[in-house]
């Protein structure tokens, strides 16, 4: 039997890019700018999809001496572009991510998170950085 805290489960889902309900998942959002497109039948995405859509990424910050948190600003130069959801250091991988919602779905480089009054360089990751293609969990690895 495995015990570990509510930290660490936060730490290894966004190692994985999941998302969690009630701050990356609400019902503000659709599942489609959740990036859930694939849990949603084909016949119904038509009906969620909006004008004015967000669009959620995974990022990965540069910083060493806090973790991000729900509500900071994601900018783009000095233009407000996004919101971060969540966010926590990777133990497993060793950096520190955060899950946020973009406004401008078009901004996608120069970003920076603005953490406690600082701007922290933000990179899009294209896929999770832990076990992106699930191979761990298809062959019944035990952790």
Known sequence: MYFYGAY????????KGYRGWGSDLTTERSPLEAGLTHFVR???RKD???????DMVLLEIEVADVDPFYAHTLWQGDRPVGIVTSGAYGHRTGKVLALAYL?????????TVSILGQHRKASILPKPPFDPDNTRLKAGVKL
């Open 8 to 15: 660490a489960a936060n730490s290894m889902r966004l190692e």
């Open 42 to 44: 084909p016949a119904l």
């Open 48 to 54: 969620l999809i909006r004008d004015d859509a967000w």
């Open 103 to 111: 406004r401008d779905t078009s901004a996608r480089d120069r970003l």
